[in-house]
Nanobody, 121 residues
């Protein structure tokens, strides 16, 4: 099982980007999924998580500008980012809690490789 994040790039302030995160493999279930970001010199922060039942929770810093969607059938999570600001510049990571095999006693957290978002002023 792997997570593949993509969609980062360079955008001007006020612009938009859409990130995607796809879970490869055939796990038993993909539970909560989330987007994190880590700006230069700062700690990684949770910006949004979404449960399997599509309940979302946004950080105040992105509320109203970012929208997460999730397609359980495709094992995919998208992050639509509008009104981007230079302060949003960071490496964005997707994460998911996944139960891989029926034989496993518990689920585990998996991380994607990160995708860089750069917002110019």
């Amino acid at each position: 099982v792997q997570l593949q994040a993509s969609g980062g790039g360079l955008v001007q302030s006020g612009g938009s980007l859409r990130l995607s995160c796809i879970v490869s493999g055939t796990p038993v279930s993909v539970n909560a999924m989330a987007w994190y970001r880590q700006a230069p010199g700062k700690q990684r922060e949770l910006i949004v998580d979404v449960t399997r039942d599509l309940v979302t929770n946004y950080a105040d810093s992105v509320k109203g500008r970012f929208t997460v969607t999730r397609d359980n059938s495709k094992k995919m999570m998208l992050l639509q980012m509008n009104g981007l600001e230079p302060e949003d510049t960071a490496v964005y990571y997707c994460a998911a809690n996944i139960w891989v095999n029926y034989e496993d006693a518990h689920s585990d957290d998996y991380w994607g490789q990160g995708t860089l978002v750069t917002v110019s002023s």
